[in-house]
C-alpha cells in the first residue's frame, strides 16, 4: 500500500499545481504585466487582484480541511 505521506505529499502537490496553474493563466492574460494593468480601470485592477491573492491564500497544506484536490467550489468566483 502507499504510505500515508507519500499520498497526503501527493495531494499537496495537486493542490498547489492546479492554484498555480490558475494564477498562471492570470498572468498570462495580462495581470502580471504593468503595462496591460495601466490601461485597465482601477476597479477591474482592484478585482483582478483580489482574486488573484484568493487563488493565493488557497490551502494547498495537508489537514482534517485541505487533504482532498481542489474543486471548482474550493475557487474564488473568477472576474469577467
Do not use: C, M
Not at 492570470?26 to 476597479?43: C, F, H, K, S, V
Not at 487582484?49 to 471548482?72: E, G, I, K, N
Amino acid at each position: 500500500s502507499t504510505p500515508l505521506y507519500s499520498s497526503a505529499a501527493s495531494d499537496v502537490y495537486k493542490r498547489q499545481a492546479h492554484r498555480n496553474a490558475l494564477l498562471s493563466i492570470t498572468t498570462g492574460q495580462g495581470w502580471g504585466d504593468i503595462d496591460y494593468r495601466a490601461l485597465q480601470t482601477t476597479e477591474k485592477v482592484q478585482e483582478w487582484d483580489t482574486y488573484r491573492q484568493a487563488l493565493r491564500d488557497l490551502p494547498t497544506t495537508v489537514s482534517t480541511f485541505a487533504s482532498a484536490p481542489l474543486t471548482d467550489d474550493d475557487l474564488p468566483t473568477k472576474p469577467t
